[in-house]
């Protein structure tokens, strides 16, 4: 018997008994539906999380905090020497190494001041790693430094008061320092305790090149690089590494001087986002710290992989409930049809052709559901997305501060839906099927079945 | 065309540990030739019912042979002996058995279907055998539409449309009237002197068997002796 003329049988079969063929589809599309939106959520947050969690750091960065030194806990910060192996690591494509000024510097120019931090950075890789000036050059000399791009928007007239920054967080124009940057000197403010009394010294530096603005609307650049040299001269006055400033008593800590050439903040940048996960694990082995997106990332993946699952397992529960309407409305048709059946086995019908039509009828009403479901999921799916946002907006009277997807349907959700649907209707038609082809001629001719 | 070697058949009734065995057929061995018209005659419970339905394939036999056109059909699994049916043989039944939510058309179309033959040839083929037959212009009549004889003549058109050698026929006038009885068994008798098709007949009817080249009697599951024509 031809495929189409299978359809063609099923179909008309379909038509004996519409309502209740329409209520089992309903049943399936309702399981189906619920099955889609229940995941959905866990598929919503996830995308949510792993956005905000990409969208804040390169995917690409692994961040190095230091070096176990025993199995007790003992921590040593990074050198030269720690970089250089890192470089040597395959597939590393950059290492960045900063130092940080210890302690809050702040920079003038005429009557304009900001509080900010000052770094050391070594440029070249820093340009390996992807950094780039908007304008002016990288500094060559003691005395050139780089401005963050925000650096300009912070430079405040000493004359504001409180009242200086705007409901965003900036410096009000009228206080923000309009003139040119580029090329200007600017005074670096060190303090430190000496004997008792605070004592500062204001180091002449000038502005050779202002960094690109960062690709993150909100992220913030206002730090200022100096040269090695330049932070050896802070030191020189601090007599402390990195210009640690110490207590009005001037008590230097304990294994302050370990701090002298270790770096604050190193960054090894992978070649791509495969190869993160090999060059974490060769640090690991070597006991050092590391922190890397892709890591966390794998991590978050994984507990939503488990709630994932939890999600379609509990929606598949609603379709196995659905799969009962399924194989009680076949097990009907195949009663109510037993005498054609008979007439169709007398005349030649083979007992696998029966089988065939009564699983198509099974999986064609499984079909059918899941793909209503899958279309009422969809509908489901972006009525919350629009309608969630504007209720929470209207009971709390703001916006969600991080742009939350409610519910998401990726192409594999669908696809697991049919799947499972038409795996649950084939084995739950799967009984009447056989039934069907068990249908004793003879009774079934005198009607006794 | 048919052989039925040492065929013998019982029925086993009542529940498990009380079964009462019944015998219906013992030692039948007959045959049919090619172009042959045979009835079988005999009174109630003589066992020509069961004779019938084990050369069609509904029962397995006890034991004993089957051969029908050199196939040793009792031996044949119920798939195959489905695909042997659908090619071979042509049914028509007393109470006509015609599914009831298929139109004439659809019900004559039914093997050919099942044979998966072309729906064009199909079209053909079963607008042809309704000509034939006479009721083209019911085709899209339900069975519960027409007359006992139209049912008939449809079951007839549908044992028909496959083109078998051997027709077995259980009791085909019981639900007729005399007039309409006396066209078919024309009707039959055309069929076999046109096209040479084969017929074992069960009836209780004299006048259907009388039709036949040969009259079978069973009496208590046994062929009577000496009623060989």
């Known amino acids: 018997m031809r495929l189409r003329d299978q359809f063609r049988f099923v179909r008309q079969n379909m038509k004996k008994n519409r309502t209740r063929v329409f209520m089992t589809i309903l049943a399936t599309a309702m399981g189906c539906a619920f099955l889609i939106v229940l995941a959905s959520v866990g598929f919503g947050l996830q995308k949510s999380v792993v956005k905000e969690m990409t969208e804040q750091r390169v995917i690409t960065q692994i961040d190095v ?51 900010t931090q000052t770094f050391v950075a070594n440029f070249p890789s820093e340009v390996k790693a992807g950094f780039e000036l908007s304008k002016g050059k990288l500094p060559k000399s003691k005395d050139e430094v780089v401005v963050g791009y925000n650096f300009l928007l912070n430079l405040a007239s000493k004359d504001a008061g409180d009242d200086m920054y705007d409901e965003r967080g900036q410096v009000k124009a009228e206080y923000r320092y309009t003139g040119k940057l580029l090329g200007e000197k600017i005074g670096l403010t060190v303090t430190q305790f000496k004997d008792g009394k605070q004592v500062e010294k204001t180091i002449p530096l000038t502005v050779v090149g202002i960094s690109k603005k960062p690709t993150k609307d909100w992220a913030q650049d206002s730090s200022v690089f100096i040269s090695d040299e330049m932070l050896k001269e802070i030191e020189a006055f601090t007599g402390t590494p990195k210009g640690f400033m110490l207590d009005q008593n001037g008590e230097k800590p304990q294994g302050l001087e370990a701090g002298y050439d270790t770096y604050d903040e190193v960054k090894i940048y992978a070649k791509d986002m495969e190869a993160v996960q090999s060059i974490s694990d060769q640090l690991k082995e070597e006991k050092y710290a590391t922190y890397s997106v892709v890591n966390e990332l794998k991590e978050v993946n994984m507990v939503f992989m488990i709630a994932k699952a939890g999600l379609i397992f509990i929606g598949t529960i609603a379709i196995l409930i659905a799969s009962i309407g399924i194989y009680n409305t076949m097990t009907m048709a195949v009663t109510e049809r037993a005498p054609d059946i008979g007439i169709m086995k007398a005349i030649g019908a083979n007992p696998k052709t029966i089988k065939r039509i009564f699983l198509l009828e099974s999986s064609y009403i499984g079909l059918i559901g899941a793909l209503i479901g899958t279309a009422v999921s969809y509908v489901i799916s972006y009525t919350v997305n629009f309608a969630i946002p504007l209720i929470i907006k209207q009971a709390f009277g703001k916006e969600t501060e991080i742009n939350l997807i409610f519910s998401d349907i990726p192409l594999i959700l669908p696809i697991i839906c049919v799947v499972i649907c038409y795996g649950v209707t084939i ?3 799967l009984r009447p099927a056989q039934r069907a082809t068990k249908v004793d001629v003879l009774k079934a001719m005198r009607r006794e079945v | 065309m048919i ?75 119920e798939a195959k002996f489905a695909d042997f049916r659908i090619k071979n043989l042509g049914f028509i039944f007393q109470s006509f058995q015609l599914i009831p939510s298929m139109t004439a058309f659809q019900n004559v179309e039914l093997p050919l279907i099942l044979k998966g033959v072309n729906e064009n040839v199909r079209k053909q083929q079963t607008e042809e055998m309704l000509k034939k037959v006479g009721l083209l212009d019911y085709q899209d009549h339900y069975p519960g539409e027409l007359s006992g004889g139209q049912q008939q003549r ?11 050698p051997l027709i077995l026929a259980d009791e085909p006038t019981g639900s007729l009237d005399s007039e309409t009885e006396e066209e078919l068994l024309q009707f039959i ?19 259907v068997a009388d039709i036949g080249n040969r009259k079978i009697e069973l009496l208590d599951g046994r062929i009577v002796e000496g009623v060989l024509v």
């Open chain 2, 154 to 164: 449809v079951s007839i058109a549908r044992a028909l449309i496959v083109n078998p």
């Open chain 2, 189 to 207: 008798k055309e069929l076999n002197r046109d096209l040479g098709i084969t017929f074992l007949i069960i009836t209780h009817d004299d006048q």
């Open chain 1, 427 to 429: 084995i739950s038609g």
């Open chain 1, 65 to 115: 905090h230091g070096q176990e030194t025993n199995e007790k806990g003992g921590f040593r910060q990074l050198t030269d020497k720690d970089v250089k192996i890192f470089e040597k690591v395959k597939d590393v494509k950059a290492v960045t190494r900063r130092k940080q000024l210890q302690q809050e510097s702040t920079y003038t120019i005429g009557n304009y001041q900001e509080p």
């Open chain 2, 3 to 77: 052989t039925i070697k040492n065929l013998s058949h019982d029925f086993v009734i009542g529940k498990k540990g009380r079964q009462t065995i019944i015998p219906v057929l013992r030692d039948i061995s007959f045959t049919v030739e090619k172009g042959e018209i045979v009835t079988i005659v005999g009174r109630s419970g003589s066992g020509k019912s069961t004779l019938l339905n084990l050369v069609s394939g509904f029962i397995h036999p006890k034991e004993g042979e089957i051969w029908i056109g050199g196939e040793k059909v009792s031996e044949l699994n």
